[in-house]
């Protein structure tokens, strides 16, 4: 059974960091399209980042480029998604992600609140 399981949100202030994390069970990260999407308050899914089997296969959307950094942990099964100069503009609920065997599993959510 494909599982997914983010963690890591939280309350910052702008500027901060968070690291947020997704741990997969029933099929491999490295071998998968994983990805973040998130949802900011009142609006629809927005995809932020794609990692396919290493982060030489790392895709951003333009907004967080140069910000945000997606890796995968082999030995955890996990990927991670490493969050740095936040703004508010980052506030949503961020969900993992993957496509396995033609079917799109998501995790549950973790919210990422960025206030002064």
């Known amino acids: 059974e494909v599982q997914l399981v983010e963690s890591g949100g939280g309350l910052v202030q702008p500027g901060e960091s968070l690291r947020l994390s997704c741990s997969a069970s029933?099929?491999?990260?490295?071998?998968?399209?994983m990805s973040w999407v998130r949802q900011a308050p009142g609006k629809g899914l927005e995809w932020v980042s794609t990692?396919?089997?290493?982060?030489?296969?790392?895709y951003y959307v333009d907004s967080v480029k140069g910000r945000f950094t997606i890796s995968t942990d082999d030995s955890e099964n996990t990927i991670n998604l490493q969050m740095s100069n936040l703004k508010p503009e980052d506030t949503a609920v961020y969900y993992c992600?993957?496509?396995?065997?033609?079917?799109?599993?998501w995790g549950q959510g973790t919210q990422v609140t960025v206030s002064s």
């Open positions: 029933g099929f491999t990260v490295t071998n998968s399209a």
């Open positions: 990692i396919y089997g290493s982060v030489i296969n790392a």
């Open positions: 992600n993957v496509l396995y065997r033609r079917t799109n599993y």
